[in-house]
């Protein structure tokens, strides 16, 4: 299993061209698997989807980066860990335990499926996840 979990926002910077891409892919490249969600398929749709109605990409290049999604699933690059019940607890658990760190939703839920599968390593582009995912003790690869 993975050691490294990767929220959606470190993982677009995988198949978008934007800043620290290049840091992403070092990264991914270098592991022999990344776990992810599997909130972070759902995002990721949402978060080209938005971006092609604005015309920052294109409809096919959409669907190339859902395609190459889907390989990277299919071949063991991405490991995609399923969301369960005890997830939903533990993201509410921690939104109690840090109060001071304003998590969102999906960011909570992120962070407690990388607990349950224990990662030592946490790669995201979101400041107030990275917050929180350094309060819960995890080497963190900050992309914001």
Partial sequence: MASLFADTSALIKWYIAE???EDV???FVAQSSVAISRLAGVELCSAL???RRSRQISGRLEKTILNLFSAHRR??????????DNDCAEAEHL???FPAIPLR?????QLAAAKRMRASEFASADRIQ????????????DFS
Avoid: C, Q, W, Y
């Fill in 95 to 97: 939104m109690h335990t």
């Fill in 25 to 27: 892919e070092a990264l």
């Fill in 19 to 21: 800043a620290r891409s």
């Fill in 105 to 109: 939703t999906l960011d909570a839920l």
């Fill in 75 to 84: 071949n063991g690059n991405l490991v995609v860990l399923p969301l369960t």
């Fill in 49 to 51: 989807g938005r971006r």
């Fill in 130 to 141: 990275i917050a929180a995912a350094k309060a819960m003790g995890l080497r963190v690869h």
